[in-house]
């Protein structure tokens, strides 16, 4: 567990909306929400389907595996936190169940990374509210 | 559907400062104001709306007061660098529905003497999506790298492509004496400099620069006595783009939908445009913008921007000025688009000026172009 004090990095703000999603991965659990009415599939979680504005809200168990949909090797960033962590991975994940999520890629090196290279989920737990789902090539 | 001609642009003002620490952001605002007023003829107290963006949540009201104006008509639509372009079809609106007649439109910067990061800040504006986003590090610069690589994966257009835009911008750089950067550059240059966010390099991006402008749309009536000839406002149109619940095609820009929409309400045909000036935040940002656009079709903008084409004495000849790339960003570069398009349709270009220019065709792209963005396009035409 990382030391709050000193990750400096911005923290998603848990609330109403957001809060399923969040206690999720600190069970180490990716979900994704499905419409209980129409069926689509959202990334980001939200209250409201905005494809027919119903609040009947299922949650998907993710497989946590998906492909790298595209990526960028980030070696300029001035904001606290990440300036002392470069270079790193900025990619969107295309999940099995059919959504992007903007994520970190890990556990490579980042020249490694390729569209299309089969990624699985990996949680860090960086303060004790707060754990982010990244990912990392599946060998 | 359209203004019938009824709103025009009257006068322009590009401020030709690029690094201001004497002045304040509020004082660029105020010389723009006079620059483009006196362009037109007209003096402040004939303003009746005013337009701004950039300013902070309510900084509409603080520029209103800082100029002393009364306006009946305020809009600070804030869509990113495109505002500017939006607030020109707005007022044109507003003119041909009668709400005002002579519409001022300010734009002012210090983000190059304040050292403000731009492109690697790692902005963090707290809305629900921000939330999911942030905390994995997307510079703004790095949201248009996802968008490149993308781009470069599914139709393999090359660094050396990207690069030629980089390229040609700066040789029209050259020819505007007030742009930064103004020395030539070659492909092997852009591809010699540091990559910043994979696969854009630092003369990929941008520069940072202070400045400022301003804009007056007013009737086509009132326009009669002023002294500029007309430049008629034929059509505009706004779009956003989004991560659409999270299936959007990162390839398709707003440009898309607000580009067709414009053309149609202007009544021209891709073959009728003379000069285009597209946002030019990154190379990729213009490569994507012309297929958005549909002066090609999606996958063909690498193979587009070779070959002179997009350069003066090119069949599309593109960012005259030298752009954000080569001539000045202070960080929302919309109104610099219009300027140039207006003195590029009056003539007033010089070494710069596209031959026969009769219809001008602006698109800015504002946010962050792999997350949120808008787009607004604007059809400009001397007669």
Redesign the interface.
């Known amino acids: 567990m990382a030391d709050e004090r000193k990750y400096k990095k911005p923290l998603p703000r848990i609330d109403e909306e957001s809060k399923g999603f969040w206690e999720a991965c600190q069970r180490h659990e990716l979900y994704v929400q499905q419409c209980g009415a129409c069926g689509a599939r959202r990334h980001y979680p939200r209250a409201l389907c905005p494809s027919c504005l119903s609040e009947d809200t299922r949650w998907v168990l993710s497989s946590g595996r998906g492909t790298v949909y595209t990526y960028t090797v980030t070696y300029q960033n001035q904001s606290p936190g990440f300036r002392d962590a470069l270079p790193y991975v900025l990619a969107y994940v295309e999940l099995e169940e059919g959504v992007r999520l903007l994520t970190n890629i890990v556990g490579c090196a980042p020249e490694d990374v390729r569209i299309g290279m089969p990624v699985e989920v990996t949680f860090e737990d960086v303060t004790p509210d707060v754990t982010l789902p990244k990912f990392r090539p599946i060998s | 559907m359209g203004f019938n001609r009824e709103a025009i642009i009257a006068g322009v003002y590009e401020h030709p400062t690029r690094w201001a620490p004497d002045k304040t952001m509020f004082q660029i605002h105020a010389e723009s104001a006079r620059g483009a007023l006196d362009d037109a003829g007209l003096s402040i107290k004939d303003v009746d709306a005013y337009f701004t963006s950039g300013v902070g949540p309510i900084g509409v009201l603080s520029m209103a007061e800082h100029l002393n104006l009364q306006p009946r008509y305020l809009d600070s639509t804030s869509i990113g660098g495109s505002s500017f372009v939006a607030h020109v079809t707005h007022a044109a609106a507003a003119i041909a529905a009668g709400l005002c007649e002579v519409a001022l439109i300010t734009y002012g910067s210090t983000a190059s003497s304040e050292r403000f990061?731009v492109g690697?800040?790692?902005a963090?504006a707290?809305d629900?999506?921000d939330?999911?986003?942030?905390?994995?590090?997307?510079?703004v610069?790095?949201s248009y790298?996802?968008?490149?690589?993308?781009h470069m994966?599914e139709f393999g257009t090359t660094a050396a492509q990207l690069a030629e835009i980089a390229v040609t911008i700066r040789r029209h750089a050259g020819l505007n004496p007030v742009a930064k950067f103004r020395d030539p550059i070659t492909v092997e240059d852009v591809l010699a400099s540091?990559?910043?966010?994979?696969?854009?390099h630092l003369l990929d991006c941008c520069i940072i620069t202070d400045g400022g402008g301003a804009i007056v749309v007013t009737s086509a009536t009132r326009a009669r006595d002023l002294k500029k000839a007309p430049v008629y406002v034929l059509g505009g149109s706004e779009a956003c783009c989004h991560?659409s619940?999270?299936?959007?095609d990162?390839t398709d820009m707003a440009a898309k939908q607000s580009g067709p929409r414009a053309m149609a309400m202007a009544g021209v045909a891709h073959a009728d445009i003379d000069m285009c000036m597209i946002y030019d935040s990154f190379t990729i940002t213009v490569l994507e913008t012309l297929e958005n656009l549909g002066f090609c079709k999606k996958g063909e903008g690498g193979a587009f921007v070779q070959d002179g084409r997009i350069g003066l004495g090119g069949a599309l000849p593109i960012n005259t000025d030298g752009g954000g790339l080569s001539s000045n960003h202070p960080g929302m570069r919309g109104i610099f688009l219009v300027i140039e398009a207006t003195k590029q349709l009056r003539g007033e270009c010089g070494p710069r000026q596209v031959k026969d220019c009769d219809i001008a065709l602006c698109h800015g792209t504002g946010g962050t172009l792999?997350?949120r963005h808008s787009g607004a396009t604007l059809v400009l035409g001397r007669s």
């Open positions: 990061a690697t800040g790692g963090f707290g629900p999506p939330h999911f986003e942030a905390p994995f590090g997307p510079t610069l790095g790298a996802l968008v490149a690589q993308r994966h540091r990559v910043v966010s994979s696969p854009l991560t619940m999270g299936k959007r990162l792999g997350l």
